[in-house]
């Protein structure tokens, strides 16, 4: 089984991953796994709180991975040990928790998954850089190429993707249905991920980012996660 979620910002939202709110887990071992789409949020501090949750996350059932989002603490993340992971590279946070590295393939129950994290903070504004915002949460030139190359090598096919942002015309479609439209201005990963969109023959998409559950009009295969809790295998 592999459900997939939305963001969890640390231990904000991650109320939504309690046997409660997930009845499914009851069913999971950790050969199954549940996907965060972005802003894990767990690797900030490395305090008290941040470790007292993975613990907890390490207790559930199943394994969770996670791509990262722009909420994350990038210099602690990559302190983490790099593994080789279901054909793809990842940082190994806990047992049972990955963090997905930007523009792998890996291969999960058998289907494949195509992961590209990092987003723009809409408010730069209010966060201190290196403390509460960092430079690598939009992906450098070295990590746009390693996607398009991972793409390549699979032919431009595989069965899913998980971003945390959308590429540009889903960014827009999201934004207008939220009434945001000045809050998520197109930067050049929503352009990446419109360009490989129009080339990757994919079954599903999914994100987070946008705080909001909905599936896009413009492309049905787009799905913006939040609270919900979906089911892919």
């Excluded at 071992?29 to 305090?47: H, P, Y």
């Excluded at 996607?147 to 934004?175: F, G, M």
Aim: some cysteine; proline content about 3%.
């Amino acid at each position: 089984m592999i459900l997939i979620t939305g963001d969890i910002h640390g231990c904000a939202d991650i109320c939504k991953l309690a046997a409660k709110a997930n009845p499914l887990q009851k069913k999971m071992t950790k050969e199954d796994m549940l996907i965060i789409a972005g802003d894990f949020g767990l690797v900030w501090n490395n305090d008290a709180e941040d470790l007292w949750w993975r613990k907890w996350l390490d207790l559930k059932p199943y394994t969770t991975l996670f791509v990262d989002g722009n909420h994350e603490n990038f210099d602690l993340l990559e302190t983490f040990e790099e593994v080789d992971f279901n054909g793809g590279r990842a940082h190994r946070i806990g047992n049972s928790i990955y963090h997905l590295k930007r523009g792998e393939m890996f291969e999960l129950q058998g289907k494949k998954f195509f992961t590209m994290g990092g987003a723009e903070s809409h408010d730069k504004e209010f966060r201190t850089l290196g403390v509460s915002i960092w430079e690598q949460e939009l992906p450098n030139e070295d990590e746009y190429a390693h996607a398009l190359d991972t793409l390549e090598k699979n032919n431009w096919r595989t069965d899913y993707v998980v971003t945390h942002c959308a590429p540009s015309p889903i960014q827009q479609e999201i934004a207008s249905k939220l009434g945001l439209e000045n809050e998520y201005p197109d930067n050049r990963l929503n352009a990446f991920l419109d360009e490989i969109s129009k080339k990757l023959d994919y079954k599903g998409w999914f994100a987070g980012h946008y705080h909001t559950d909905l599936v896009s009009e413009i492309e049905p295969r787009f799905t913006v996660l939040f609270n919900k809790i979906i089911e892919v295998i």
